[in-house]
């Protein structure tokens, strides 16, 4: 059985994974993320949130780390990034609301639409765009990893926040909500992000099968 990693590798842009609509999950559910030994959903909860502090990011969904189900880890941040600038203060520490969201619905409370932010993904690594348009504030109801439902509003940045954790819930990336000519300009980057989830699928095939062999 594989060990349970600290981090999980994050799927790029070309994986077919990023493009299913992902399928509703339970509290209980024991999963396995490909390349990764069998998990309950806390323990995949913990390890998707490692891997985004890893990767300094605010979100992470279950598609990005090749598991196809609604579930979507995110944080807020205190606003001090300029004022901690070059102090290396750890990620972790400046976190103020942890949040892991099963089954999200997300509803509209402001649809005045909001495109001052830049946005990225941790799926498009070194891709940022503004003008991505998202409503200004948002609520989302979801189940805990004990099952219990809450809903949380929030406005602004973590309003962007969860709308982009839903997308890909939906198979939708940022750049599908800009024009085409946006995606183009970046033809170049996104062939070779689709070059490399090619290989990674491809050694991951490759390994699954060693294992098999090996299991006998």
Request: aromatic share 6%.
């Amino acid at each position: 059985m594989a060990e349970a990693p600290r981090v999980y590798p994050i799927r790029l842009y070309g994986d077919p994974v990023l493009r299913r609509k992902a399928r509703p999950v339970q509290p209980n559910e024991t999963l396995t993320v490909p390349g990764a030994g069998p998990q309950s959903l806390r323990e995949i909860a913990n390890t998707m949130l490692e891997t985004m502090f890893e990767a300094r990011g605010v979100g992470l969904a279950a598609p990005q780390v090749g598991l196809p189900v609604r579930l979507f880890v995110a944080v807020e941040y205190e606003d001090d990034e300029e004022e901690q600038e070059g102090q290396d203060k750890p990620l972790k520490s400046r976190v103020l609301r942890e949040f892991v969201m099963l089954n999200p619905v997300l509803t509209v409370i402001d649809k005045k639409k909001d495109r001052s932010y830049q946005e990225g993904c941790l799926s498009i690594p070194g891709i940022y765009e503004e003008g991505v348009p998202r409503a200004r504030a948002v609520a989302v109801r979801y189940t805990d990893l004990d099952g219990q439902e809450h809903t949380v509003e929030a406005e602004d940045y973590l309003a962007r926040v969860f709308q982009h954790e839903t997308d890909h819930l939906d198979g939708v990336f940022f750049l599908d909500r800009l024009p085409p000519e946006v995606t183009e300009d970046h033809r170049r980057e996104l062939a070779a992000m689709q070059r490399r989830a090619k290989q990674f699928l491809s050694d991951l095939a490759e390994a699954e099968k060693r294992r098999r062999e090996q299991q006998g």
